[in-house]
């Protein structure tokens, strides 16, 4: 009776044994960061872009929000909440959250929660800065994908790229 038992652990271990094929000629479909830095990724307001990957949506007095996933924040005038009219685009890297009150407006920004005079959003006047320690190396890869691990010296992720890896290490769940 043991020998059945010890021939079926044998080959239930031989079947996980990883093959035999070298690791370095591994290429698969992943990501690779896009890295910016608070130097090179200014706070701008600009004229209206096309909404591509919307997130969450503020309404605050007139005004309509919504977020560009970490890109920033389209703002339409909403008096006339069946035609709502474009005024902008808040240039905010690595945004995905905002609040507004009393005119200014908070959002998360390359590491940082910033505060923002809106004066109209005519432009937008930066009244404090506060860094988020938790924010780490920045925006997450897509979940259940390889990617090209991040090199914090190259600065914060501020979004990635989908591209042929070869040999990735990292892998997001």
């Known amino acids: 009776m043991k020998q059945p038992a010890v021939v079926a652990i044998l080959l ?8 035999n094929e070298p ?28 909404l ?14 919504i977020n560009e996933v970490n890109k920033g924040i ?5 008096e006339d909440p069946t035609q709502p009219l474009p005024v902008g685009f808040a240039e905010l890297i690595g945004n995905t959250n905002m609040a507004i009150r009393n005119d200014i407006l908070y959002a998360d920004y390359m590491g940082s929660l910033v505060a923002l005079k809106t004066n109209d959003f005519a432009n937008l ?12 190396l920045g925006v997450p890869p897509p979940s259940g994908n390889h990617f090209e691990c991040v090199d914090a010296s190259k600065g914060l992720v501020v979004g990635w790229k989908k591209q042929v890896l070869k040999n990735p290490d990292c892998y997001a769940l």
């Not at 990957?53 to 005004?63: E, Q, V």
């Not at 006047?125 to 780490?136: A, C, D, K, P, Y």
Request: charged share 15%; aromatic share 12%.
């Open 52 to 65: 591509k990957n919307p997130g969450k949506i503020y309404l605050y007095g007139k005004y309509l929000l």
């Open 74 to 78: 389209h703002i339409y005038d909403n």
């Open 125 to 136: 006047v930066e009244q404090g800065r506060l860094h988020i320690s938790n924010w780490m």
């Open 23 to 50: 690791r370095e000629n591994i290429t698969i479909a992943g990501y690779i960061p896009i890295y910016g830095t608070q130097a090179s990724s200014a706070i701008r307001l600009l004229d209206p872009q096309t």
């Open 12 to 19: 239930f271990l031989c079947s996980c044994i990883p093959e």
